[in-house]
């Protein structure tokens, strides 16, 4: 019988959620909901020394604004709980036990000096990359080179020791990843890592293979920095008897900078100028200790299906030219074996255009709540209907939620100012007539729908010997002081014909007639 689909995100509480987790955390999520499985939380907490406080809950935050559903985890429970490795701690020694007792792992009794001075003779003999493996091992302080009554002293009276995996010194190590294809890796390059160190805390290594295996994980998607830790992830799933249910591994391309040049780094955010997290992060310089800020796409007012939509072109492609998805349609349509393995190169205008996007295809009626809510801010009054046409108006002129307010404000305050450039070509005696006869006849218009104030116009304006065109431009700027903005047309018909004569009138006594 096939295995329920499991998979895990496994992110470390050392800061704030970065970009590039919140993809890994996303194609998880796309792949487990596509094939009807479960999308699991763990936090992988054992280097305590790298522990940050707030950053696990600021995960769990970000996952629930991305709209990234868990099944299983810290907050949700599960039948696999504790989802926390620091509380999972007592389950991990006995599988460091079972891999001595097997002969595939071994004590190191190495003090942190022996290990420098013997970094130091490979270095000197021009060794590329010192290690600590299969060679090497023979020369150091550990079990396999110790008799073993030694051995035996040594650890009955509490002598420091970490716990060191055997890799073999001449194999192939194979495995099939579903991005890349087989990989293929000879143990010589792989050293014998800590499983267990000297405080009784299993490394990363060791806690993530024996939590993906008692969670049942069927499928494990994470970046392209973890791939060189395979080979070694293999080896234990074999030495450990699990091997028949390894799960399925996928590494993702990484995430550039906008030139290309490099890996997309939390510090890139502010030096770049756009947010590389989902969420503002409130933390400390490690240098000065004073408090430091940085942005978030949802403070900086990005929707959260907009930027999903983003994260999700990062790598993978639908095969089709459709570019705009909803989480169900992106269920639908992923597949792991679209993630490319090429390195995808961020792009902060393709994200600002996701959120036109998605921001211009909402109900008008929602869209009034976000501006309604910025007008409040500012203590505008303004009424629900209003608001809505003033949004479903401004709406093609706006990036963020926050420019609808931004593009709004020429409703509630008459301008001050006006263009020079268009005055000073434009503005004359007659046009002024015009204007002015146009005012005095709007107040009562019997329809001030935006064809019927067209239709007005043109009927005061060929009155008075003229064409619409040469007017329309010096009316814009009447009514809002600048010659850019939404349709003329409709913008009078929302602020309302007695509004606009008055904004008209205002015009023509300020102005001066060259």
Same mark, same amino acid.
């Not at 040594?154 to 970490?162: E, I, S």
């Given at each position: 019988m096939e295995r329920e689909v499991r998979v895990r995100f496994a992110p470390s509480p050392t800061g704030p959620l970065h970009i590039g987790g919140v993809r890994t955390a996303l194609y998880n999520f796309l792949l487990a909901r596509k094939l009807g499985g479960k999308m699991l939380l763990r936090i992988e907490d054992t280097d305590q020394n790298r522990f940050v406080p707030g950053a696990e809950q600021y995960i769990m935050d970000a996952l629930r604004w991305c709209g990234i559903i868990i099944d299983e985890g810290i907050e949700e429970?599960?039948?696999?709980?504790? *989802? $926390? /490795?620091?509380?999972?701690?007592?389950? *991990? $020694? /006995?599988?460091?036990?079972q891999l001595i007792d097997s002969g595939h792992a071994y004590y190191a009794f190495d003090t942190p000096e022996e290990l420098d001075a013997m970094r130091a003779r490979l270095q000197a003999a021009k060794v590329p990359n010192p290690q600590y493996n299969s060679i090497t091992r023979t020369q150091m302080r550990n079990s396999l080179t110790l008799p073993e009554d030694e051995v035996k002293q040594l650890l009955?009276?509490?002598a420091q020791y970490v716990i060191r995996l055997k890799v073999p010194r001449k194999e192939e190590i194979r495995f099939n990843d579903l991005i890349r294809g087989w990989v293929v890796v000879h143990s010589s390059a792989v050293d014998d890592k800590v499983l267990m160190k000297s405080d009784g805390m299993p490394t990363y290594h060791l806690a993530n293979i024996v939590d993906d295996h008692l969670m049942e994980i069927t499928h494990v998607i994470r970046g392209e920095e973890w791939l060189p830790s395979a080979p070694l992830h293999v080896l234990l799933y074999r030495y450990l008897g699990w091997e028949d249910t390894m799960p399925n591994f996928a590494h993702l391309p990484l995430l550039l900078?906008?030139?290309?040049?490099?890996?997309l780094s939390k510090r890139d955010g502010d030096k770049l100028g756009f947010p590389v997290f989902p969420l503002e992060w409130h933390?400390?310089?490690?240098?000065?200790?004073?408090?430091?800020?940085?942005?978030?796409?949802?403070?900086?007012?990005?929707?959260?299906?907009?930027?999903?939509?983003?994260?999700a072109f990062l790598g993978w492609n639908p095969g089709t030219q459709q570019e705009l998805f909803t989480m169900d349609e992106l269920i639908e349509h992923f597949s792991i074996e679209r993630v490319s393995k090429s390195p995808a190169r961020f792009d902060q205008n393709k994200v600002r255009w996701y959120n036109e996007q998605y921001l211009r295809a909402k109900p008008d009626a929602e869209l009034a709540g976000y501006l309604l809510e910025s007008l409040q801010a500012q203590g505008i009054n303004c009424p629900a209907d209003k608001a809505e046409q003033i949004a479903a108006l401004v709406k093609e002129r706006a990036t963020f939620p926050a420019d609808l307010a931004r593009e709004a404000q020429l409703f509630f305050h008459r301008p001050t100012s006006y263009d020079e450039q268009v005055i000073s070509k434009k503005w004359n005696a007659q046009v002024a007539g015009a204007l002015a006869a146009y005012a005095q006849a709007l107040p009562t218009a019997t329809d001030t729908s935006p064809d019927g104030l067209k239709a007005l116009l043109t009927q005061v304006v060929e009155s008075q010997g003229m064409k619409t065109g040469q007017v329309l431009q010096v009316l814009r700027v009447a009514v809002t002081g600048t010659t850019a903005g939404p349709d003329l047309m409709a913008l009078m018909s929302i602020l309302g014909a007695q509004e606009t004569a008055e904004r008209i009138e205002a015009a023509v006594s300020q102005v001066v007639v060259s």
């Amino acid at each position: 019988m096939e295995r329920e689909v499991r998979v895990r995100f496994a992110p470390s509480p050392t800061g704030p959620l970065h970009i590039g987790g919140v993809r890994t955390a996303l194609y998880n999520f796309l792949l487990a909901r596509k094939l009807g499985g479960k999308m699991l939380l763990r936090i992988e907490d054992t280097d305590q020394n790298r522990f940050v406080p707030g950053a696990e809950q600021y995960i769990m935050d970000a996952l629930r604004w991305c709209g990234i559903i868990i099944d299983e985890g810290i907050e949700e429970g599960g039948p696999h709980a504790p *989802y $926390r /490795q620091s509380e999972r701690k007592p389950m *991990y $020694r /006995q599988y460091a036990q079972q891999l001595i007792d097997s002969g595939h792992a071994y004590y190191a009794f190495d003090t942190p000096e022996e290990l420098d001075a013997m970094r130091a003779r490979l270095q000197a003999a021009k060794v590329p990359n010192p290690q600590y493996n299969s060679i090497t091992r023979t020369q150091m302080r550990n079990s396999l080179t110790l008799p073993e009554d030694e051995v035996k002293q040594l650890l009955d009276g509490g002598a420091q020791y970490v716990i060191r995996l055997k890799v073999p010194r001449k194999e192939e190590i194979r495995f099939n990843d579903l991005i890349r294809g087989w990989v293929v890796v000879h143990s010589s390059a792989v050293d014998d890592k800590v499983l267990m160190k000297s405080d009784g805390m299993p490394t990363y290594h060791l806690a993530n293979i024996v939590d993906d295996h008692l969670m049942e994980i069927t499928h494990v998607i994470r970046g392209e920095e973890w791939l060189p830790s395979a080979p070694l992830h293999v080896l234990l799933y074999r030495y450990l008897g699990w091997e028949d249910t390894m799960p399925n591994f996928a590494h993702l391309p990484l995430l550039l900078k906008p030139d290309g040049t490099g890996k997309l780094s939390k510090r890139d955010g502010d030096k770049l100028g756009f947010p590389v997290f989902p969420l503002e992060w409130h933390g400390t310089d490690a240098e000065t200790g004073q408090p430091t800020v940085s942005s978030g796409y949802r403070e900086s007012g990005y929707l959260p299906d907009a930027f999903i939509n983003f994260l999700a072109f990062l790598g993978w492609n639908p095969g089709t030219q459709q570019e705009l998805f909803t989480m169900d349609e992106l269920i639908e349509h992923f597949s792991i074996e679209r993630v490319s393995k090429s390195p995808a190169r961020f792009d902060q205008n393709k994200v600002r255009w996701y959120n036109e996007q998605y921001l211009r295809a909402k109900p008008d009626a929602e869209l009034a709540g976000y501006l309604l809510e910025s007008l409040q801010a500012q203590g505008i009054n303004c009424p629900a209907d209003k608001a809505e046409q003033i949004a479903a108006l401004v709406k093609e002129r706006a990036t963020f939620p926050a420019d609808l307010a931004r593009e709004a404000q020429l409703f509630f305050h008459r301008p001050t100012s006006y263009d020079e450039q268009v005055i000073s070509k434009k503005w004359n005696a007659q046009v002024a007539g015009a204007l002015a006869a146009y005012a005095q006849a709007l107040p009562t218009a019997t329809d001030t729908s935006p064809d019927g104030l067209k239709a007005l116009l043109t009927q005061v304006v060929e009155s008075q010997g003229m064409k619409t065109g040469q007017v329309l431009q010096v009316l814009r700027v009447a009514v809002t002081g600048t010659t850019a903005g939404p349709d003329l047309m409709a913008l009078m018909s929302i602020l309302g014909a007695q509004e606009t004569a008055e904004r008209i009138e205002a015009a023509v006594s300020q102005v001066v007639v060259s």
